[in-house]
C-alpha cells in the first residue's frame, strides 16, 4: 500500500467518524427537551430587509404577520424606491392592519454589504429591545416568535438562530437543497455538540438584543463582510456571549437559477467561509467520504479493501442524511430524493477545492477582493479588464 492510498484511507475514516459523530450529535440535539414557557413574552421587533422578489414573496413575508404572539412590530426596509417589493409590502400592510409594521425607504449606504445598510436604515425605528432578523426568503409557522425567543430568559444568551430545510424550484437548486438539510446541518450539529454551542449564526433567522449588537458596534460593524450573517454570531462570541441554536427550523424559498449562477455563487461562499473560518474551512476535508471512498476504489483498480471502505462509507453517509434530513429536518426533498446524496457529495466536493483558488468574488453585479476575516474590498472596474 503507497501513501496516497493510506492517505484516502485515513480520510475515509476519518470521514466515516464524523457521520457517526454526526448521527449521535443529531440525537441529542433533537431528543432534548425545550419547554415553552407560554407566560414569556416579550416585546420584539422582526427587521426584514428586501431587494426584488424571492419565489412566493407574499406567502413568505405574510407567514411573519400570522404570529400567535401577542406584541411585535415588523419593519420592512427597500433601499431602491423603484423596487417592486414594495407593491407586496403595501398588500401586507393592507391586509394586515392590526399589527404594528413600519416600512422604511432609504438608500442610505454604510458599506460594501448593502443588506447590511438596508438593516442599520430599519433600526432607526426599531421600538424593542429584542430584534428578530430573517432574510426576505424565509418561511415559518405561526409559532416561530414564541419558541425561537425561549432562550432569552437566560440573560447570558446574546443570539438565537435557526438551521433550515430549503424548498426548490428546478433539479439545479435541488442539489443545494439536499446537501443544505443532509450535509450542511449535519456539520453545525456536530459543531454545537462538540463545543456546546456554535459561534456563528445564520441568516434564516438571527435573534439579537440591541445591547448585544451596540457591544459589536452596531450595523455599522458588519458594512463591508459578505458573511454578515456568520458575524452577528461570531462577534457576540467573541464579546463573551452565549450563541444559542434554537430547534425550530425554518423554510427557505429557493430561487429558480441557472447552473451558471448556482456554481458562481456556491463559490464565492465557499471562498467567504475560507476566509471567515480558514481553519473550519480546512476542517470540511473529513466530511468529503463520498469523493474519497470513489478516488480510493478507482487508483486501487477495485481492491478489496478500497470496496470495502466504499460500500462502509456510502451506507453511513446515507444513513446520517436520511436521518438528519428526513426524520429530523423533515425535508420532503430529501426523502424523496435521498438517492441523490453521492452526486449532492461529489458536486460538494468540487466546490470546496474550488473554495482554495482565488480571493475576488462578484457579487450583485459587482467584483470584490476579500480580506482578513472575509471583508470585502471593492476591485475598481478598470482593474477587471
Known amino acids: 500500500m503507497n501513501t496516497i492510498h493510506f492517505l484516502l484511507l485515513l480520510l475515509c475514516t476519518a470521514s466515516i467518524c464524523f457521520y457517526c459523530y454526526g448521527i449521535y450529535a443529531a440525537f441529542s440535539f433533537f431528543n432534548l427537551q425545550h419547554p415553552i414557557d407560554t407566560d414569556y413574552y416579550p416585546s420584539v421587533t422582526i427587521l426584514k430587509p428586501l431587494c426584488g422578489l424571492d419565489t412566493n414573496t407574499y406567502d413568505n413575508l405574510a407567514s411573519f404577520c400570522r404570529q400567535n404572539y401577542p406584541n411585535y412590530q415588523i419593519v420592512f426596509s427597500v433601499r431602491d424606491s423603484q423596487d417592486a417589493v414594495i407593491d407586496i ?109 456554535i459561534n456563528y449564526a445564520f441568516g434564516a433567522t438571527i435573534v439579537i438584543r440591541k445591547q448585544v449588537l451596540s457591544a459589536i458596534g452596531g450595523f455599522e460593524a458588519l458594512a463591508d463582510y459578505l458573511a454578515d450573517d456568520f458575524q452577528l454570531g461570531n462577534l457576540p462570541f467573541k464579546a463573551g456571549y452565549k450563541i444559542v441554536l434554537s430547534n425550530y427550523i425554518v423554510e427557505h424559498e429557493l430561487k429558480e437559477t441557472s447552473l451558471k449562477d448556482a456554481i458562481e455563487q456556491k463559490i464565492r461562499w465557499a471562498r467567504c467561509i475560507r476566509f471567515s473560518r480558514p481553519w473550519g474551512y480546512k476542517g470540511l476535508i473529513f466530511t468529503h467520504g463520498i469523493a474519497f471512498s470513489l478516488l480510493l476504489l478507482i487508483i486501487t483498480s477495485g481492491a478489496k479493501i478500497a470496496w470495502t471502505m466504499f460500500f462502509t462509507t456510502w451506507t453511513i453517509r446515507l444513513i446520517m442524511g436520511w436521518l438528519i434530513g428526513v426524520r429530523f429536518t423533515q425535508d ?46 471593492t476591485i475598481p472596474t478598470s482593474s477587471c479588464h
Open 332 to 377: 420532503l426533498s430529501a426523502k424523496k430524493y435521498c438517492w441523490m446524496i453521492p452526486l449532492c457529495d461529489l458536486c460538494g466536493f468540487v466546490i470546496w477545492c474550488c473554495g482554495f483558488l482565488g480571493n475576488t468574488v462578484e457579487w450583485r453585479g459587482q467584483r470584490f477582493q476579500l480580506t482578513k476575516d472575509g471583508k470585502l474590498t
Open 89 to 197: 409590502v403595501k398588500q401586507i400592510i393592507s391586509d394586515f392592519p392590526n399589527l404594528d409594521i413600519d416600512f422604511i425607504q432609504c438608500d442610505r449606504v454604510i458599506g460594501a454589504n448593502l443588506k447590511i445598510s438596508n438593516l442599520a436604515n430599519a433600526i432607526t425605528v426599531a421600538k424593542h429591545d429584542i430584534l428578530i432578523l430573517a432574510d426576505s426568503d424565509i418561511r415559518v409557522g405561526s409559532d416561530y416568535l414564541q419558541r425561537i425567543i425561549q432562550p432569552f430568559k437566560n440573560q447570558e444568551i446574546g443570539v438565537v438562530t435557526c438551521l433550515y430545510r430549503s424548498l426548490p424550484q428546478g433539479w439545479i437548486t435541488l442539489i443545494e437543497t439536499i446537501s443544505q438539510t443532509t450535509e450542511f446541518n449535519a456539520e453545525v450539529l456536530v459543531s454545537n455538540q462538540l463545543a456546546g454551542s
